[in-house]
């Protein structure tokens, strides 16, 4: 007969505590293994990836442990409360896979199998088709432009009549003050008239007199600095 192991209320066989690890296992590894494979930017981090499947397999321990039992509930938050999570969460979207791994873990330790397994097959059918149609991304070619102009050289607005010439629309974001004053870095939110002229422009932009380290940085994707 198989040996039985309580918690909370209710009682767990060793076979149903080891399917319930290893189900939970299989499920968060396909979950990280699509994170992985849909990922963007430069914030990729494998103990990122390495953690979401340790918490589904914990938190279904854990919910294996409460079973139906108020008091230790209450005992397990107040042990992870002394606990202090100190990582930033770089990407949103990493908060939407936390949860994920969390629910498949706490659905498998409650026995709630179905929802498992077909929640885990929905939810990364939804997330693969809208990684396939690039959901959410901007369309349209904007860029970040940053150049600093040196004031003792009576560059003053003279760039202006660049802009006028390969910009559609311009934006400023910001000024910061260099060398005691003497200099001002200057940053726009830009999009251009002919895609095809970004180099003529930067060009003719660098050629100005006191104008200075020209820089454009696409903003059409996720980008992080």
Same mark, same amino acid.
């Given at each position: 007969?198989?040996?039985?192991?309580?918690?909370?209320?209710? $009682?767990?066989?060793?076979?149903?505590?080891?399917?319930?690890? @290893?189900? =939970?296992? !299989? #499920?968060?590894? &396909? +979950?990280?293994? %699509?994170?992985?494979? $849909?990922?963007?930017?430069?914030?990729?981090?494998?103990?990122? @990836?390495? =953690?979401? !499947? #340790?918490?589904? &397999? +914990?938190?279904? %321990?854990?919910?294996?442990?409460?079973?139906?039992?108020?008091?230790?509930?209450?005992?397990?938050?107040?042990?992870?409360?002394?606990?202090?999570?100190?990582?930033?969460?770089?990407?949103?979207?990493?908060?939407?896979?936390?949860?994920?791994?969390?629910?498949?873990?706490?659905?498998?330790?409650?026995?709630?199998?179905?929802?498992?397994?077909?929640?885990?097959?929905?939810?990364?059918?939804?997330?693969?088709?809208?990684?396939?149609?690039?959901?959410?991304?901007?369309?349209?070619?904007?860029?970040?432009?940053?150049?600093?102009?040196?004031?003792?050289?009576?560059?003053?607005?003279?760039?202006?009549?660049?802009?006028?010439?390969?910009?559609?629309?311009?934006?400023?974001?910001?000024?910061?003050?260099?060398?005691?004053?003497?200099?001002?870095?200057?940053?726009?939110?830009?999009?251009?008239?002919?895609?095809?002229?970004?180099?003529?422009?930067?060009?003719?932009?660098?050629?100005?007199?006191?104008?200075?380290?020209?820089?454009?940085?696409?903003?059409?994707?996720?980008?992080?600095?």
């Amino acid at each position: 007969m198989a040996e039985l192991f309580s918690g909370g209320t209710v $009682t767990y066989s060793m076979s149903q505590i080891v399917l319930n690890i @290893v189900l =939970t296992f !299989v #499920l968060s590894f &396909v +979950i990280a293994m %699509v994170y992985k494979k $849909t990922h963007k930017g430069l914030s990729y981090s494998q103990s990122f @990836v390495f =953690t979401l !499947v #340790l918490m589904s &397999v +914990i938190v279904s %321990v854990v919910m294996m442990v409460i079973g139906n039992s108020l008091a230790r509930a209450f005992g397990l938050l107040g042990a992870f409360s002394i606990i202090r999570f100190r990582t930033a969460v770089k990407d949103t979207k990493d908060t939407g896979y936390i949860f994920f791994a969390l629910a498949i873990g706490m659905a498998v330790g409650t026995g709630s199998y179905s929802i498992a397994v077909i929640g885990t097959v929905l939810i990364l059918l939804i997330i693969l088709i809208l990684d396939k149609i690039n959901f959410g991304s901007m369309r349209k070619h904007e860029y970040l432009l940053s150049f600093v102009v040196n004031h003792d050289e009576g560059a003053g607005n003279s760039f202006e009549s660049v802009f006028k010439k390969h910009l559609k629309n311009s934006m400023l974001l910001n000024i910061n003050s260099k060398r005691d004053g003497k200099a001002s870095e200057m940053t726009y939110h830009a999009s251009f008239v002919d895609e095809n002229k970004k180099e003529d422009f930067v060009r003719e932009l660098s050629g100005m007199s006191g104008v200075e380290k020209v820089h454009l940085i696409t903003s059409k994707e996720d980008v992080e600095y």
